[in-house]
């Protein structure tokens, strides 16, 4: 073989090795790389909820029913993360509700009748975004505020106004989204008079657990959601009629409808065919007794006679929530590798390039008192954004999936390696750097036979540091569909299935103890032997 | 007093020269018009309190201070235009810490300067100066530098001073940071080793005992200007300033060094 021949088959499998991490079809910026018009599969979203879930894997499985191929990208983020990725286009379609449409996206005044919303978000999200909303699948899912029987009972609790007037005396814990958008807390707050004596974030998977505990007294739930029946809560009775109907459709990105008129075809049979009572019987499937998504969306679509022709794909497994915890992660050992791999591609890329910028810089602003300092202050600034808001910053430049999640995880990356390499090399043994620049060293041998050599161990330290903080937050890149670990552990909050969460959770701290251990042997390796070992 | 060799003849060739040299740190000028003059083959010494300027004074001559006027020599060649890499490695340095390079072993250390100026074989001459200064090479040229003792460590960067011959040695307290008894055993090594290398050189010290042993004069200095220069024994005959007899009594007391 010639030297061009393997360097071209080496090549190869690199791209063979890189599309088998990241998934075909994707490229690095998350976007869909574009093949002809009617294979490209269309990418179906959903928000990190067990009805969202669903509701994706139906639309999923609904369009391949009819041989349309459908790339799967669950639990994005929340409301905000996942509008703009649709809007961007970086999704086709997911699951979206009027009422949140109405007041979270267009900042309205919630309306009492549901069919005057979804005339007002149908016209207005075309109008002002081009994202189209299929007709509603037939069932409401509203918030439901909801408390113990027992705190209903002895407060006499019947209706929200009467809540008002207990709440000074009650802990409430609202999901993050529902405290932060104008139709949930603030606007009922202020709807109400509601004042409650503490009011603490919790995720939909832990609400319940935490009322049912007596952690908290009051919670955020939806009028679907499978936990409300499970531990038998008392749903208080909007009497201000404060919150909008919120009637669940898909919503279709800016310019789909026109370009694949058979996705809205396949889609259009689901609208009007789902009632309350079976979503509730769905979701608690889901929730409560631990099935997969994908196996009670098969079923609801058999049952419309809206499923493939053929036996349904995915294989129900009834036995599935009886299993141990160790056989459940066993079973899952291909895929958890699988994943596994992936997350470390994530975080190797970002430190990658963060190692390749920020040791030069470092040692560049070392030699530059007076820049350095608000450079390296400014990176710093960076550490402080929440990952998640950093996430959401990167849908509108560069889409969703493995691309702005390498680039949030090398934003975060950059700062301790940056930060060790340059106070490394500035304070590297002035005695020694005096010595060495009065016995006629020039300041490029000063820089590379003495700083850099001394300051090595504290760059590694940096690197290590960064590494681990990159595998804790990759784990966040689930959010934007980059996959990785997070993937089971954002299903596995969105369904309640602690399972899952662990299955995601263990091999991701592993991971952290495994490249930690790693790089300090890299750390020990670059350590000058003439310094003390400790 | 030592038996150390006589003051030159003052026509004898000036190493080192200071001419109205002024400096300062941001605000706080270290060097007021500063006047020196080093001749070749003696041991000058630089003594006065801290902040006298002895330290800003001697790294002059080095080029790692550039002041901001007056000027300066070394061999006669003015140092401003003299080439600053090519002007350090002509001469030894010895500083207060001895600043070894703790990721190289002793030898290595000491053989940095033939090496920097491309001399064969610098491993032969870095064994030669551990010699010299004491140190079997055997024992010590593979050596890390933490490993030494204080009096060790200063012996090594010695040795590195000397390693490639230079006629011209800088000492910044070169026994500052020794406990006392390493301190007057290495004092005594040391005026040995100078008078048998027959280099120049110029030592700033604050220890007014090491000043009488080691050097032929002493210069006096106070708020970065050089007071007088002269012997021991002229200073304390015909002092130029009230503040010569008052640093020499504070430094010695009233009777002859130990």
């Known amino acids: 073989m010639t030297a061009g021949a393997s360097l071209r088959s080496r090549g190869a499998a690199l791209v063979l ?304 929530a009886d299993t141990g915890l160790a056989e459940f992660i066993w079973s899952r050992r291909g895929e958890t590798a699988r994943q596994t791999l992936r997350h470390l591609w994530l975080v190797a890329i970002a430190l990658g390039a963060a190692t390749l910028l920020a040791v030069p810089l470092g040692v560049t602003l070392a030699r530059r008192p007076t820049v350095a300092e608000p450079v390296v202050r400014a990176t710093g600034v960076l550490q402080t954004i929440p990952s998640i808001a950093l996430l959401a910053f990167m849908i509108p430049l560069f889409g969703i999936g493995v691309g702005p999640a390498v680039i949030a995880l090398f934003l975060y990356a950059v700062f301790p390696i940056l930060r060790n390499t340059w106070s490394g090399v500035r304070d590297a043994d002035p005695d020694a750097v005096d010595a060495a620049r009065a016995l006629g060293m020039t300041d490029g041998q000063i820089l590379l036979r003495v700083r850099l050599p001394l300051a090595a161990p504290v760059v590694m330290a940096g690197v290590r540091v960064s590494a681990v903080i990159a595998v804790g937050t990759a784990t966040l890149a689930a959010f934007i569909g980059a996959g990785g670990l997070g993937d089971p552990i954002v299903a596995g909050l969105a369904l309640s299935d602690e399972r899952l969460i662990i299955s995601g959770a263990l091999p991701a701290a592993l991971l952290a103890l495994v490249v930690d251990a790693g790089l300090s042997l890299v750390e020990s390796a670059v350590r000058p032997r003439g310094l003390s070992e400790d | 007093m030592s038996t150390h060799t006589p003051p030159r003849r003052a026509d004898a060739a000036a190493v080192l020269e200071a001419d109205g040299v002024s400096h300062a740190f941001g605000e706080v000028a270290a060097l007021q018009g500063a006047d020196l003059r080093v001749t070749d083959g003696e041991c000058l010494a630089l003594v006065g309190e801290s902040g006298s300027g002895k330290t800003t004074l001697l790294r002059c001559f080095n080029a790692l201070v550039r002041p901001s006027t007056g000027r300066l020599r070394v061999r006669g060649r003015a140092v401003a235009d003299s080439d600053p890499v090519a002007l350090r490695r002509s001469m030894g340095y010895v500083p207060q810490q001895g600043g070894l390079l703790p990721h190289w072993t002793v030898g290595r250390n000491v053989a940095l300067v033939p090496t920097l100026l491309g001399r064969s074989n610098p491993e032969a001459a870095a064994r030669a100066a551990l010699e010299r200064v004491g140190l079997p090479a055997v024992e010590f040229a593979d050596r890390w530098p933490r490993t030494l003792s204080g009096g060790q460590r200063q012996r090594a960067a010695l040795a590195r001073a000397l390693a490639a011959g230079p006629d011209l040695v800088l000492m910044d307290e070169p026994l500052g940071a020794l406990d006392a008894l390493a301190r007057a055993e290495l004092r005594h090594e040391l005026g040995a080793l100078i008078r048998d290398a027959g280099v120049t050189v110029l030592l700033v010290t604050h220890d007014l005992h090491e000043a009488a042993e080691l050097a032929d004069r002493i210069a006096v200095m106070k708020d970065g200007r050089v007071l007088q220069a002269d012997t021991l024994d002229r200073l304390r005959a015909a002092p130029s300033d009230p503040y010569v007899t008052e640093l020499l009594d504070r430094g010695l007391g009233s009777a002859v060094a130990p």
């Open chain 1, 17 to 320: 090795l890189l599309s088998t991490v990241f998934g075909p079809a994707t490229s690095l910026t998350g976007q869909e790389v574009s093949g002809s018009v009617p294979t490209e599969p269309i990418v179906v979203a959903s928000k990190p909820f067990a009805e969202s879930f669903l509701l994706a894997e139906l639309f999923a499985q609904r369009l391949e029913a009819v041989g349309i191929p459908v790339d799967r990208r669950p639990g994005l983020g929340a409301t905000d993360l996942a509008f703009r990725a649709l809007r961007t286009g970086a999704i086709d379609v997911y699951p979206e509700y009027t009422g949140t449409g109405l007041v979270a996206i267009l900042g309205l005044e919630p309306e009492g009748d549901a069919a005057d919303v979804y005339g007002i978000v149908s016209t207005r999200f075309m109008e002002r975004y081009g994202v189209r909303w299929m007709p509603p699948l037939g069932f409401e899912n509203s918030y439901a505020i909801a408390v113990r029987p027992e705190t209903a009972d002895s407060l006499n609790l019947r209706t929200l106004s009467d809540l008002a007037a207990a709440a000074p005396d009650l802990v409430a814990g609202f999901s993050p989204d529902f405290i932060g958008r104008p139709d949930g807390l603030p606007g009922l707050a202020a709807t109400y008079d509601l004042r409650f004596e503490e009011t603490r974030p919790l995720l939909q998977s832990v609400k319940y657990p935490a009322i049912a505990e007596g952690a908290v007294d009051v919670i955020d739930g939806y009028t679907t959601d499978g936990g409300l029946d499970r531990y038998g809560l008392v749903v208080l009775d909007d009497d201000a009629d404060f919150f909008p109907p919120y009637e669940a459709a898909a919503l279709l990105r800016p310019g789909l409808a026109a370009a694949r008129p058979d996705v809205v075809a396949a889609l259009a049979p689901l609208s009007g065919r789902l009632d309350a009572a079976t979503m509730r019987r769905a979701n608690r499937r889901i929730e409560v007794d631990g099935q997969e998504p994908a196996v009670v969306a098969a079923e609801l679509l058999a049952g419309l006679s809206l499923g493939a022709p053929g036996a349904t794909t995915a294989t129900p497994s009834p036995d599935v």
